[in-house]
C-alpha cells in the first residue's frame, strides 16, 4: 500500500524542501546583504517600480496608442479563429470553405476600413 503511495510523498518532500530552501535563502540574503543599503531618510521612501513619487508626471497618452492596441487584440483574436477552421477544412468540405472565405473577407473589409480611417498610421 505504502508503495503506491512513496512517489508522491516523495514528489512533496522535494517540493516542500525546495520552497522551504528558496524561502529561508531569500531571508538571508536579505539578513546579509540588503540591511546596510538604504539608511535613514532613503529608506524611509517610497519606491516603487524604478519610480520615485512626485518625480514622473506622465501626460496624456495619445488615443492612437489605445486604438492601434485594441485594433491589435481585435485581429489577433480573430486570427486564431483561423486555425480550427484550416486544420478542419478538409473534413469541413465546400461549405468550411465557404466559411472561411466569408470570415476572411469581412476581415479584409475590417481592415480596409480601418487602413483608410487612417488608424494604422503612427503620429
Known amino acids: 500500500m505504502l508503495g503506491d503511495w512513496a512517489s508522491y510523498l516523495i514528489y512533496v518532500v522535494v517540493a516542500a524542501a525546495i520552497a522551504g530552501s528558496l524561502l ?8 546579509l546583504f540588503h540591511k546596510d543599503l538604504r539608511q ?4 524611509r521612501r517610497v519606491f ?3 519610480v520615485s513619487p512626485g518625480e514622473f508626471s506622465p501626460g496624456n497618452f495619445s488615443i492612437n496608442y489605445f486604438l492601434t492596441a485594441m485594433l491589435f ?6 486570427i486564431v479563429f483561423l486555425y480550427p477552421i484550416a486544420v ?5 468540405g465546400a461549405f468550411g470553405f ?15 476600413y480601418v487602413w483608410r480611417k487612417g ?4 503620429h
Do not use: C, H
Request: glycine share 8%; net charge negative.
Open 119 to 122: 488608424a494604422l498610421e503612427w
Open 48 to 50: 516603487e517600480s524604478g
Open 40 to 43: 535613514g531618510r532613503q529608506k
Open 73 to 78: 487584440i481585435v485581429f489577433d483574436i480573430e
Open 88 to 92: 478542419n477544412l478538409k473534413m469541413l
Open 98 to 112: 465557404a466559411e472561411l472565405v466569408v470570415f476572411v473577407a469581412i476581415l479584409a473589409v475590417g481592415y480596409v
Open 24 to 31: 529561508a535563502g531569500s531571508f538571508t540574503w536579505s539578513a
